[in-house]
């Protein structure tokens, strides 16, 4: 799959632009890149600095002498391998299932009449509205009635909760733009209606899949207010939770926090970078029928 | 309701084949049920509660009491919001805030989404990686980051614009428009790149069929790409709507946990004013109050919603 | 529409049925009864996260002296941030799942102590180290009605952090010891570094209330009363007290470049980049300047405190404010005789002399350092002050009045008098709701 799309990316560059147009589109492209990386780089060349060296004056642009303090305080507590232990597992669990489930119900609402349809999807968007904050201590309270609180399960269906309104949204969208025609050729051209699915729905809504799941990923692994309240055992913490015992009464730990807030995010850009091709996948299969 | 529903089933299958229909009637309420379960699961209880205790005196008195139950107060919780003057002002407040939150974010997310579609590889997977990197970075870090840039003395942004010491926060409206741009800020990724995988789902035959028939780029856009994209705009903005309105973290976080009242917003307001009393009660009908004020900002849009649903 | 809902309310209802059914039965356990050495179940303590960074190993050292009483008893140590510990205190207690020991900040008690969310320690207090000398400061947080609600864990104070290097640049020998003098040393530091807009020859930002209010009481000022009928009335815009903040705005007048309406940790950045000479802060900030983590280790020897002088009186201190965290027995605990001696092991002498060394006071007077680094925190504790015992107390803390209060005054959006009056209105109003 990767192949088709990386040809077609070259022979089709950027739809024709002119030159001097395609200029500005880079330019202004460049300018994105920097207005979001460079807070993200300052939060990462913090994370190397020393004290002194935070609060220079002029600031210093990149870390004159880099020091890896910080880094090896995270690294060094136990505890942090358990709450990355943790988050993994979390957000192992949370991802494929919110993308299975969420598929489910978009491809019901996508491709089927049925009654409440719309009321289903105005609803999943009503409970949106509720602020959290008001919503975590019954949450906590129904989870420990039925012994879920305190543990990896509670979490999960807590985080299904809140990622199926987008999920269910953005797929319900993708699977209805798949022209229906589409499909139903490929049933008469034999297909079963699990084929057409495979080989018509499922890659043209790849993107959408990814997307959902990369929101789903970082909605479990960046999580905190929930996983305080349901989470008791400091070995079942996940890492946000892990994170905040830098912030004390009598002041931050900012390099430690950065270090941390570094080496946590890795993982999520790792995930998107070896997802990220598949965004061009719909291309991919439109040119299979075309 | 009995006569209606044979009555129902008969004229359904009067078209297609009988077996086929009526699987085809059960498949869809099989989809939907997992996520039906986690949804009645986890929040009907929370919802139902939250509504009960806004009638409700219940705070640490009540909690730790012999008898530990609440009072029933009626309407006291919302009469005492309602009655307050600043809540009005922070209510106005926060829907000019949403506004610009929600405009902006959604307006630069699909300008970048289109912009991707027009850079070379290279620069596309450079603005996917920067946002990508963005968005997997926790608010709370990243408005400490925010904050730091915006220091007083030696944060980069005041040496770069040569205006060090300047003070973001004294002036409120300064402050709300940091706020607000690190709100942006953090809310772009998820909608460009959400949109640019739609963007994806156009087939360029499409395109240039219509380019063929002497559609200028305005043209392809009214008519080809924002019809793809409508249903994921509207979800994208619902959504934004309603995180914004509530926005809490990023106004909290730079000033240093103890905004002056001018930058209170309805999450903050809640906050302090409910749940720093532990007031269950009040913060519950603060909670409600948020809902009908979402409500009534998004009436027109939900009806719309509940249309898009009903049409694909 | 109209359909839908009444089927989701039924479903609801239908869960709000099962769970009232299953109402679980708390933490585990063998109970009260069986105690000794063969008693078996989990003690579970909630620690705020300084314990984690600060003194991990005090913890492991009390759970192992306990341990020793109670070999099969599993102690489970849940560290919370400060920001939500409170709520999620509430939520365990609804949900029946208490922790069995509690630490909270001294001025967080007293709703909690009032409404009988702790075991009632009176008759026990002499089994804990020191109970005859703890700091009234931190016992005053646990009494109500003569009864004693919880143990003093630990005590903070705050004095004048300064750097020695820059006094010494500044061509000052000798640390102020009298108003006069700190204000002339906060002139001379200013001259000296004219050219640099952001520095501070004292550092106190607006949003620092136990750095203004001590001014507050130096002038005879307090922060509210209480009358004969109950009600509280605010104090803060008496002649004495506005006089008092007035003190205090000369001295940010005087000295304070940086964010005034930033809070004081401010302070350590500031005085590790040498943007501020002089800031009041707690030993625990002081210890950090010079830290590998957060400070420089450079600064080592070259930081000092001395206590705040009095603005009125020659040769006296401003009275500081003293700050600390109590451990408390929850009343709904299932395992109070654990939890109190948990909590004796945790504030023997021994675990206190680590908890002094670590930056803060020990629970009793009598520990002191002899580090001559850390001298300024040992001078005039006797006439430390605390917050009202108010039950709204701390809502005023956590609603932000005070805080907000005094940045409006320290950015001079507000005069002192108009301020006081304001704010204090709001306090008394919030200090008498029921």
Known sequence: MPAPARSRRRERPATGARPAARAVWTALGVLVIAVWIFPVYWMATTAFKSTPAMEADPPQLWPHTPSLIHFRKVVDDPLFWDAVRNSALVTGITVPVAVLVAFASALAIARFRFRGRGTYLAAVMLVQMVPHVALVVPIFLTLSDVGLSDSVPGLVVTYLAFILPFAVWTLRGFVASVPKDLEEAAMTDGCTRMGAFRRIILPLTLPGLIATSVYAMILAWNEYLFAYFILASPDKYTVPLWLTHFVTSEGTDYGALMAGSVIVSTPVVIFFMIVQRHLAAGLTAGAVKG | ?312 | MRRQLRTTAALAALLLAGAAACDSGGSGGSGQKDQGASASGTLTVWLQVDAQSLWPKSVAAATAAFNQKYPKVKVSVQYQAWADHLTKFDASAQANKVPDVIELGNSETAQYVQAGAFVDLTAKKSMFDGSDKWQKGLVDACTNDGKLFCVPYYGGTRAVVYRKDLFQAAGIAQPPKTWKELLADVQKLMDKHKSDKGFSGFFMPGQHPYGALPFVYDNGGQIATQGSDGKWKSDLASPAAVQGLKNWKALIDAGMRGDRTGDDLGAVPALVAGKAAMSFSTNGQLVQVYSADKGDPKLKGKVGSFPMPSPTKEGSYAPPYMGGSVLAVTAKSKEQTWGEEWIKDFTSTEREKEFLAGGFLANTLDLTSDDPERAGYFVGLEQSWNVPAAKNWAQVEKDLTIKQMLADIATGKMSVEDATATYGKKMEDTLNAS
């Open chain 2, 1 to 312: 309701m009995t006569s209606l529903a044979p009555s129902r089933r008969s004229a359904t299958t009067a078209e297609p084949p009988a077996p086929a229909r009526r699987r085809a009637d059960r498949t869809p309420y099989v989809l939907i049920a997992p996520s039906l379960v986690v949804l009645l699961g986890v929040l009907a209880y929370p919802l139902v509660k939250v509504v009960i205790l806004s009638t409700q005196k219940w705070g640490v008195a009540q909690i730790f009491s012999a008898s530990s139950a609440p009072t029933f107060v009626g309407l006291d919780n919302y009469t005492k919001l309602l009655g307050d003057s600043a809540f009005w002002t922070v209510l106005l407040r926060t829907v000019v805030l949403t506004v610009a939150m929600v405009g902006l974010s959604m307006g630069l997310g699909l300008g970048i989404a289109l912009l991707m579609r027009q850079v070379p590889a290279w620069c596309r997977r450079g603005m996917t990686f920067a946002l990508v990197m963005a968005w997997s970075v926790p608010t709370f870090i990243s408005t400490e980051v925010f904050h730091w840039i915006t220091e007083y003395n030696s944060g980069v942004a005041n040496w770069a614009l040569g205006i060090q010491p300047h003070n973001w926060y004294t002036d409120a409206t300064q402050g709300l428009a940091v706020a607000t741009a690190v709100v942006v800020w953090g809310a772009v990724p998820l909608i460009a790149i959400t949109l640019y995988a739609g963007l994806m789902q156009i087939p360029s035959e499409l395109v240039e069929a219509a380019r063929m028939d002497g559609a200028g780029p305005w043209g392809v856009f009214r008519h080809i790409t924002l019809p793809v994209l409508r249903s994921l705009l509207a979800m994208l903005t619902t959504l934004s709507v309603i995180w914004d309105f509530q926005v809490f973290n990023q106004i909290w976080i730079l000033r240093n946990g103890a905004p002056s009242s001018d930058y209170y917003t309805l999450g903050i307001y809640a906050y302090v004013k409910a749940y720093a009393g532990h007031d269950y009660g009040l913060a519950s009908a603060t909670a409600v109050l948020t809902v009908v004020a979402l409500l009534g900002v998004m009436v027109v849009y939900l009806r719309q919603i509940a249309k898009i649903g009903e049409l694909s």
